[in-house]
């Protein structure tokens, strides 16, 4: 069984050095859409979609927007659909996707994956069926569930992982997942807790975005966090980035030996992932 870590998406955005901990103060920083393809004895399971096909070649004028605002290069070889196919595979082998919010550069990429069962967390499907305010309907794009994904959405029905609440955990061979919610930036963001051969690995979306902020020893801020937080926090899914970290760092404090993590956007902990003998 092998686990990829891919970018499925380069997304530069001005301030991002706050938030990622690359570039510079007034220079973009160079921030990555961070997925995972596992190869499970029931094909392929991909955590998060990235941006999709569409997205790059024919926008919508929002995701048009979106796309410039981020400075993105719109590279199709970035795709997951892309990726999959240089791996060996057909687009049509992910058979599960499994998403940590529907944000646009999360979920942009299902229409590429028509055939997947699409988990998702209840609270964040409801947000997605029904946006209540500004932010939900700017951000949930319906050209990313027009195809009408085969959806599994999750409930919590008691169970535990760790110290965390967490939905049901699925078996797929010898791998196994669960969703653990971490609301905030959206309603219903979870983590996705991933069992593999070698321990836990827990991909947080957007929960946090830069490494420091889960050190479990010497947490730390991005550089310019403290100049650029006044511009952030004026929005509302910013605000909540970094609400869980206390408890991550607890988590990685009791159980580091057996649990990793990682989130979205951080480049640090991509290419930690994919250093040659990382798992
Ligand atoms: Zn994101």
Redesign the pocket.
């Known amino acids: 069984m092998r686990v990829h870590h891919l970018n499925c998406g380069t997304?530069k955005v001005i301030g991002g050095v706050a938030m990622i901990g690359t570039g510079g103060m007034l220079r973009r920083a160079p921030g990555v859409?961070h997925c995972v393809l596992v190869e499970t004895d029931e094909g392929l399971l991909l955590v998060d979609a990235g941006w999709g096909t569409r997205d790059y070649i024919a926008p919508s004028p929002l995701m048009r927007w979106y796309l410039a605002l981020g400075d993105c290069p719109r590279d199709i070889q970035e795709t997951a659909a892309a990726q999959v196919v240089r791996l060996g595979y057909a687009p049509e082998d992910v058979r599960h996707i499994v998403l940590t919010?529907f944000?646009f550069?999360?979920a942009g990429g299902l229409p590429d994956f028509p055939q997947a069962k699409v988990h998702i967390y209840r609270r964040e499907y409801e947000a997605v069926m029904q946006p209540q305010d500004f932010y939900e309907r700017l951000i949930y794009r319906p050209e990313h569930h027009a195809h009408g994904p085969d959806w599994v959405v999750h409930d919590l029905q008691g169970d535990r992982w760790f110290d965390f609440d967490c939905t049901p955990p699925v078996a797929l061979g010898s791998v196994e997942f669960c969703l653990v919610p971490l609301p905030g930036?959206t309603r219903g963001l979870c983590g996705v807790a991933l069992r593999l051969p070698d321990g836990w690995l827990l991909h947080c979306?957007?929960a946090y975005?830069f490494h420091g902020d889960v050190d479990p020893d010497n947490p730390f801020k991005p550089p310019y966090y403290r100049l650029w937080w006044p511009f952030f926090s004026l929005f509302k899914p910013f605000r909540a980035i970094g609400a869980h970290a206390p408890r991550l760092r607890a988590l990685l404090r009791a159980h580091g030996d057996e649990v990793q993590l990682t989130c979205?956007?951080d480049p640090h902990e991509l290419d930690k992932f994919c250093a040659p003998g990382a798992v």
């Open positions: 997304i859409t919010h944000h550069d999360h930036h979306g957007d975005t979205s956007h």
